[in-house]
């Protein structure tokens, strides 16, 4: 589910007030881009660990990361227009391994969330030749072998590999069928659940490919409707397994090129997910990730190519689920590998022997590694992220395979994140709080400062001119004992004596957190535009979020929605405790998971709150996808009390204050039925509520005006419903 951190405001009766500084309008933000920081996209570092490429305008340019410095034009894409069917635009590349030769995409075409198709093409910086992968059509994925002689891609759910020497092209799989087999590609859930697209590996020494098929043909299809103002609309059917339905049959099947055979991996009869498959670097050895349809127990399963047999590596299990990373890493010795896991009851990296013996557990502590930057193979060190000093900040740290020799990289407070060159002789460090937008500065391997990339000055300067109001961190126990993190944005010229509306803004889905110390991006103004018009702004992170240990993250199994809105409810009753605040102005907004706890929390907390938007909400559990879902939930027939209990669907009749509810009729992750159906159920209790639709958006609700008109539908409505505070504004009060 994707976690669409967007934010709007409630509006109630305000009290006069007056603003210091310049105004923030809905334009700034939504149509003029205001208020977007600097941002440094992510390096492509050269194997050298000191310079890095950039695609800027049409043209691969290579860099100094340790001065800045423009180096030299590796390749033009205006200067190879026509040259084997190439139209010139860039839209993304890749070096072999020795960087003498390039993969260009060309005119991308994204189709769900990570997944897309495209032309391919193959650069010689050497000779200046260029080749077309496959002219007839735009294909997913091309991959050069590591050996650079050969490309694999996918094309009609079939796997190729076209052999650049001779230039023919053979295929690997010919059964691929469309909304029935994919070979070499991942379905729509396996996309948006274990964020996979590609499902071919070359193999390190390019004499094997490993893949997955998925055989789709009894898994239910969804269709959407797309108006496109022709006469008849057109109709999108794809493959979507909602909770409890059929899955794909996944396998796993490694082709030998030499042999021209494809060997089936031999993992059972019993239902499973394949959520991963890694090559360790000995070209015998084929990791596979092995996972129950609970999503509770993941094996860790080698294959050998040479005589097609399987042993079980490594074995997890939870009491509740695991969750799927690429946090693994082989060193060359080919003896060990890092691999993360929640089994201390915090995410920690360790050292395990190639047969999965742990060696050592490399971080340990009551606290959550957050990200795995890496191995320096050289300097036998590690590299990652943690939520070591609180929930609230990420800080960079090292320490040798040894697990010792522990050091922290970064002091400051706020949010550190790195990207580390190919060397590891440099990183650039992104860093932000809450109330200063990111800089990016690069360091060198002993820590020292090199040159600050970007400062984001310009948007301090308009902060300063905007005279914001500082973002300040709070903490409460509730009526249980709970501690929750929140943080507050006060008004302008904020009076303690007098009494204001309340805004909340939340996701709360599991393992996301709103309440950081890091930079709220476009969300941080109009978070200050509310605040300008005199609203507390509030978001408190509930049970069930992440940097808190598994026990916190994951004691919402199987009622997921039932403590995530109580704390909410709690949350709302202590800020409307507070001298300042108005108890009988609070209101709540949310997306996506957002959308589905502000709709539970505004019928369950129908005493507490007076309004409350939902955009992109699930409404029913049962209409979401089975590895999400299950994940958290199992199947209906396994915990029905937890569907019942926790869909917002089921509480249509407790609505008693405003509602807005808002989805567009595109969106394949949440399905548009889920609005339909809320709808249904709100018109069947006799509740008056708010909608509004978007017509073919996705999930985001973007493109053209649609962000504006979205944020301006939910200002006019909160206006009008809200901004008196009184009964006689409710639609579902008598009078």
Same mark, same amino acid.
């Given at each position: 589910m994707r976690a669409s951190l967007y934010l709007l405001m409630v509006l109630f009766f305000i009290p006069s007030f007056e603003c210091v500084g310049q105004t923030i309008t809905l334009e700034e933000i939504w149509k003029e881009y205001k208020f977007f920081p600097k941002r440094v996209p992510g390096f492509n570092f050269m194997n050298d660990g000191r310079h890095y490429t950039r695609l800027e305008d049409n043209m691969i340019k290579k860099y100094d990361l340790t001065t800045g410095n423009f180096v030299e034009v590796i390749l033009d894409g205006n200067g190879l227009k026509d040259s084997a069917g190439f139209s010139g635009k860039i839209s993304s590349y890749s070096f072999n391994a020795n960087e003498e030769l390039i993969m260009i995409e060309s005119?991308?075409?994204?189709?769900? #969330?990570r997944s897309s198709k495209a032309y391919f093409y193959l650069y010689n910086r050497a000779s200046k030749d260029l080749i077309s992968v496959y002219e007839e059509d735009k294909v997913m994925y091309a991959t050069l072998s590591p050996d650079a002689t050969k490309i694999a891609y996918v094309w009609a759910n079939n796997l190729y590999y076209y052999n650049i020497a001779d230039g023919t092209t053979l295929p690997i799989t010919e059964d691929g069928s469309n909304n029935e087999i994919i070979n070499g590609?991942?379905? %729509?859930?396996?996309?948006? =659940?274990?964020?996979?697209?590609? /499902?071919?590996? %070359?193999?390190?020494?390019?004499?094997?490919? /490993?893949?997955?098929r998925f055989d789709e043909r009894e898994v239910p299809e969804f269709t959407m409707t797309k108006h496109n103002n022709d006469v008849y609309p057109e109709y999108i059917t794809f493959k979507y397994p909602k909770v409890g339905e059929k899955n794909a049959i996944v396998t796993a099947h490694v082709f030998d090129l030499e042999s021209g055979k494809t060997t089936l991996v031999d993992l059972g009869e019993e239902e499973h997910y394949i959520p #991963?498959?890694?090559w360790t670097k000995d070209s015998d050895n084929l990791f596979i990730y092995k996972m129950n349809r609970h999503q509770n127990h993941l094996e860790l399963i080698s294959f050998k190519p040479s005589d097609n047999s399987t042993k079980k590596v490594l074995d997890e299990k939870s009491k509740y689920y695991i969750d799927i990373t690429d946090d693994i890493t082989f060193l060359n010795n080919k003896k060990e590998f890092v691999w993360s896991s929640e089994k201390s009851g915090f995410n920690h990296l360790y050292l395990y022997d190639i047969n999965g013996k742990e060696k050592t557990a490399l971080t340990k502590g009551n606290y959550d590694v957050t990200n795995f930057y890496g191995v320096d193979r050289k300097n036998k060190s590690v590299y990652y992220q943690a939520a070591k000093k609180n929930p609230l900040e990420r800080q960079i740290y090292s320490v040798d395979l040894k697990g010792k020799r522990s050091k922290i990289l970064t002091t400051s407070s706020g949010t550190h994140s790195a990207q580390f060159s190919s060397t590891f002789d440099y990183y650039v460090n992104t860093h932000?709080?809450?109330?200063v937008p990111a800089s990016y500065t690069v360091y060198d391997r002993n820590n020292k400062v090199i040159r600050v990339i970007e400062d984001n000055k310009a948007l301090a300067s308009l902060q300063k =001119?905007?005279?914001?109001?500082?973002?300040?961190?709070f903490d409460f126990n509730t009526s249980e004992d709970v501690n929750l993190n929140g943080w507050m944005i006060k008004p302008q010229n904020f009076d303690p004596n007098s009494e204001y509306p309340v805004f909340m803004y939340l996701y709360g889905g599991p393992g996301s957190q709103t309440v950081t110390d890091s930079w709220k991006g476009v969300n941080y103004w109009w978070f200050q535009m509310l605040a300008q018009r005199g609203y507390i702004v509030v978001s408190v992170d509930n049970r069930g979020t992440g940097a808190r240990g598994e026990e916190f993250k994951k004691m919402t199994y199987l009622e997921l929605g039932k403590y995530e809105t109580q704390d909410q409810i709690e949350a709302a009753k202590y800020i409307g405790s507070l001298p300042y605040a108005d108890p009988t102005r609070i209101g709540i907004f949310g997306w996506s998971y957002g959308g589905y706890m502000s709709s539970l929390c505004l019928f369950k907390g129908n005493d507490v709150f007076k309004a409350a938007i939902a955009v992109a909400p699930v409404t029913n559990w049962k209409w979401y996808d089975t590895i999400y879902t299950e994940r958290y939930m199992r199947t209906r027939e396994e915990n029905k009390d937890g569907y019942e209990n926790n869909s917002p669907i089921n509480f249509a009749d407790q609505l008693k204050g405003n509602y807005l509810l808002m989805h567009g009729t595109g969106d394949d992750n949440v399905h548009f039925q889920n609005t339909a159906e809320m709808a249904n159920a709100l018109i069947a209790a006799n509740k008056q509520f708010d909608t509004y639709f978007y017509p073919n958006r996705a999930h985001g609700i973007g493109g053209g005006n649609a962000r504006l008109h979205l944020y301006t539908k939910m200002t006019n409505f909160l206006e009008s419903k809200l901004k008196k505070g009184g009964l006689e504004n409710d639609d579902n009060v008598s009078p």
């Open positions: 005119e991308k075409e994204g189709i769900y #969330r590609a991942a379905d %729509w859930v396996y996309e948006e =659940e274990f964020s996979i697209a590609k /499902a071919f590996f %070359w193999s390190p020494d390019s004499k094997k490919i /490993a893949f997955q #991963r498959l890694k932000s709080t809450a109330n =001119e905007k005279n914001v109001s500082e973002v300040e961190f």
